[in-house]
């Protein structure tokens, strides 16, 4: 009933940027929360970096001064800028959403996307 559909993924050289980005469709009354998370091969998955509908953030150390989310309300859409890239940074990274649901129920639940590839490599 919701659709998270991640875009912006690609392959960088060490110290570059890339924008990703995340839209939400479907059956929505609202979104209470966005966020970024990553897994790498072998790894679990992360989060990276989370914003609320009123605007707060939170980001994980390892990417605090580097990495910047941002959202558009009207187009429920999320953005992780992300910036002076590093090896480690390669990971699958997923989008999710923390949804009110349009049904009579207005019940609440989190959805993921698919994924999009960030490689970091010279």
């Known amino acids: 009933q919701v659709q998270l559909v991640e875009s912006g993924g690609g392959l960088v050289q060490p110290g570059g940027s890339l924008r990703l980005s995340c839209v939400a469709s479907?059956?929505?009354?609202?979104?209470?929360?966005m966020g970024w998370y990553r897994q790498a091969p072998g790894k679990q998955r992360e989060l990276v970096a989370a914003?609320?509908?009123?605007?707060?953030?939170n980001v994980v150390d390892s990417v605090a001064g580097r990495f910047t989310i941002s959202r558009d309300n009207a187009k429920n859409t999320v953005y992780l800028q992300m910036n002076s890239l590093k090896p480690e940074d390669t990971a699958v990274y997923y989008c999710?959403?923390?949804?009110?649901?349009?049904?009579?129920?207005?019940?609440?639940?989190?959805?993921w996307g698919q994924g999009t590839q960030v490689t970091v490599s010279s």
């Open positions: 999710n959403a923390g949804v009110v649901l349009a049904t009579p129920g207005h019940s609440q639940e989190f959805f």
């Open positions: 479907g059956s929505i009354f609202s979104i209470f929360a």
């Open positions: 914003i609320m509908k009123g605007g707060s953030t």
